[in-house]
């Protein structure tokens, strides 16, 4: 079983990333003031690659005899301009990347995606702390579905902070909308507070404690499942959507010959509309470190389990809108990635990824596995976007 694709060409998605785009030009020509235009020491560095492999489940079918192998190919970049200062800020860098995506045998599954973002930084008090602000929108053209077309913008406030003779403090006040394509109104908006805590445990061992606390409201009516006189199960339209959600993760990054990470998470999520109501616990993990001849090898992925709370879903089918995470691919994944540069600009990678994710269809998940074969080109320098 699979969620019904409906084709239609949209282009809200990459209006807004013009926009954006636009809109960030200004902010930086309007701090560069003509006279001290030659004194501003600009940095850029630009990425390009192009991959190949084959996917085993493209189409995200449910049915594992429905399941056909594609091969693809995949196009991105990436570019960056930064200065270690300009005007009144500090660290101001615009970033964009994207890529194109085609599969040999699906020509419908054609896939196109792009981000823009803005990031600066400015001194707060005098022991060092320091504020950030971003600001950046993406947008993705997947023609095979409708619902999964969509520009999404943001606006981060975050600092950090010394406190205590080990840790660091780090307050984030984040916000965000989504919208649809195929809608005119902006279908999601949500406010998200978080609070984290890094404390130095050992000279190579860092734990972070976090907590965030998320709302969220939908264009969209709520879904309410109610039993009618003769004790049939019957969904009816209810207010608006809206959610509420809390985060508690536990964080271990340990740093010796490579890079060792481990994060548990704990998510609690309450909504006035059926299949939203859940508790999720997520563990990821990142292993990265040098091998031998030059190449470096890493092995991430993240693993979730999920207990809704409505106590119908078993009764009846409730299909998502097209939620961004739906194909977010991280839902339950391991991969294994090897790489080795081939001179100073130029490196080769594989990654092999499997991947057991939840579908549009609450409660549903589909298989799938994807083998990459990788080669990139870099020049300049380039942040960690």
């Known amino acids: 079983m699979r969620s019904t694709r409906k084709q239609t060409g949209s282009t809200n998605g990459w209006a807004s990333l013009a926009n954006v785009l636009f809109f ?39 049915v ?29 860098s615009l970033a964009v990347r994207g890529f194109t995506e085609r599969y040999s045998q699906e ?36 023609p095979d579905s409708t619902s999964r077309n969509f520009s999404r913008s943001w606006l981060r406030f975050a600092s950090r902070f010394r406190l205590g003779p080990k840790g660091t403090f780090r307050p984030e006040l984040f ?16 406010v998200e507070l978080a609070l984290s805590y890094d404390w ?19 264009d969209r009516p709520s879904l309410k499942a109610d039993y009618n006189p003769e004790g049939e199960l019957e969904l009816e339209f209810g207010p608006e959507q809206t959610d509420s959600s809390r985060f508690l993760r536990l964080n271990l990054r340990y740093v010796k010959r490579g890079l060792f990470q481990l994060q548990y998470g704990l998510r609690s999520q309450t909504s006035n509309s059926v299949g939203s109501s859940f508790r999720r616990h997520e563990i990821r993990w990142l292993i990265s470190k040098p091998l031998w001849r030059r190449i470096s090898g890493q092995c991430f992925g993240t693993w979730e389990t999920t207990r809704y709370r409505d106590d119908d879903l078993d009764d009846i089918f409730i299909l998502r809108a097209g939620e961004e995470q739906e194909a977010a691919d991280d839902s339950n994944l391991v991969a294994v990635q090897l790489s080795r540069p081939l001179r100073s600009d130029l490196r080769i990678s594989t990654r092999y990824s ?17 083998a990459t074969f990788t080669l990139t080109w870099e020049a300049g320098r380039l942040s960690g976007f």
């Not at 054609?110 to 993406?138: C, H, M, S, W, Y």
């Not at 404690?209 to 409201?217: A, I, R």
């Not at 994710?357 to 994807?370: A, D, I, P, T």
């Open 354 to 370: 499997w991947y057991k994710n939840e579908s549009l269809l609450v409660g549903s998940f589909y298989r799938k596995q994807v």
């Open 24 to 62: 960030l030009a200004v902010i930086l020509g309007s701090c560069l003031a003509p006279d001290r235009a030659s004194a501003v020491d600009w940095l850029s560095g630009v990425r390009l690659g192009i991959s190949s492999g084959f996917d085993t489940n493209p189409l995200e079918e449910l």
């Open 200 to 218: 130095q445990m050992r000279p190579r061992l860092v734990g972070t404690m976090g907590f965030e606390l998320t709302d969220q409201d939908y």
């Open 175 to 190: 916000y965000w909308t989504l919208d649809y394509n195929r809608t005119l109104e902006k279908d999601q908006s949500g």
């Open 64 to 92: 594992s005899e429905d399941v056909e192998r594609d091969s693809f190919l995949r196009i991105h970049g990436e570019g960056q301009i930064s200065s270690p200062r300009l005007g009144f800020l500090r660290e101001p």
């Open 107 to 142: 020509s419908d599954e054609r896939r196109n995606q792009g981000e823009a973002r803005f990031r600066t930084e400015t001194p707060l008090g005098r022991k060092g702390g320091v504020g950030i602000l971003e600001a950046g929108v993406r947008a993705r053209d997947y």
